[in-house]
């Protein structure tokens, strides 16, 4: 049976949204996703790195649009993994745990894989939204697109825009 590491911010959870959210709390408007396109997290959303210490960001992130559905069919044909960097944000563990308790809760404790850096996993594939992991990985690489990854060059990742996209892929 193939493996698949799905990244969690960014990939079934909607990071971006919650960076939209937070940052129009703070500062009474919501910015344009144009504005945003194609430019870093932390320029885009320069009080990003303040948004996610705070308690419950990670734990009230909207889930992705249609991943929730197709990441428990390609559960029951594909060996699945969820796979983050969380360590980044030890505060944020038991809340992507809570979270996916909660949205995914066809995923068991033991499909959940918290680390550090991702040159540690082993999989066929890898869904994630940032270069920094894919470019590493070794197996077939999914480019989950995101406003922060917009105009950049895929490179040898297969970009994937939507969760339909993927399930045309892989289902």
Not at 48 to 68: E, H, I, L, Q
Not at 120 to 129: F, G, R, V
């Amino acid at each position: 049976m193939q493996r698949i590491a799905v990244d969690m911010d960014g990939v079934i959870a909607d990071i971006t949204e919650q960076f939209f959210l937070y940052d129009e709390k703070d500062f009474g408007k919501r910015k344009l996703l144009e504005e945003v396109m194609g430019i870093k997290e932390l320029e885009a959303f320069p009080h990003s790195r303040k948004y996610v210490y705070r308690k419950g960001f990670f734990r009230t992130a909207p889930v992705v649009k249609d991943s929730r559905e197709i990441v428990s069919e390609l559960n029951k044909l594909y060996e699945v993994f969820i796979v983050s960097a969380a360590t980044e944000f030890p505060q944020s563990l038991s809340e992507k745990q809570e979270w996916l308790n909660e949205h995914f809760p066809f995923i068991q404790w033991q499909q959940i894989v918290f680390c550090g850096l991702k040159t540690i996993i082993d999989a066929d594939i890898m869904i994630d939204d940032h270069f920094k992991n894919l470019d590493h990985f070794t197996g077939s690489t999914l480019l989950f697109s995101q406003p922060h990854n917009l105009h950049q060059n895929e490179g040898r990742h297969k970009r994937v825009h939507s969760w339909k996209e993927i399930a045309s892929h892989l289902l």
